[in-house]
């Protein structure tokens, strides 16, 4: 697989991961409030607006879906990266290690 099609699916991998994130935390930002919905109907709590418990969720689901998405796409690409760094100094190593001496059909070296 060439390189930039693995770089790709990191690429492609970072963008589900913050989709994730993201959605889940809209998620919870809805559970709340609900949950803050039904303590004021019963007496137990203030009226909540929507708008700023949600606008609170977006917030927060965009640093935490950016910061989890750019490490997981990072730590790919830098996989990525030092492994085609190890196969070029393995390369480097071989060129330039001695050859081993050739036996002969007795199987003792010469």
């Known amino acids: 697989m060439t390189r930039r099609a693995i770089l790709l699916i990191w690429l492609c991998i970072g963008v589900a991961v913050w989709c994730g994130f993201y959605e889940l935390y809209l998620s919870r930002g809805a559970r709340e409030y609900l949950q803050r919905e039904a303590e004021f109907e019963l007496g137990r709590g ?37 492994r085609r760094q190890g196969i070029r100094d393995q390369g480097a190593e071989l060129k ?15």
């Open 96 to 110: 330039m290690a001695p050859r081993a001496p050739e036996r002969s059909e007795g199987g003792e070296a010469p």
């Open 46 to 82: 203030p009226r909540v607006s929507m708008s700023e418990v949600m606008a609170r969720a977006r917030r927060d689901g965009t640093i935490a879906s950016t910061i989890w998405a750019v490490a997981i796409t990072g730590a790919g690409w830098m996989t990525e990266v030092r």
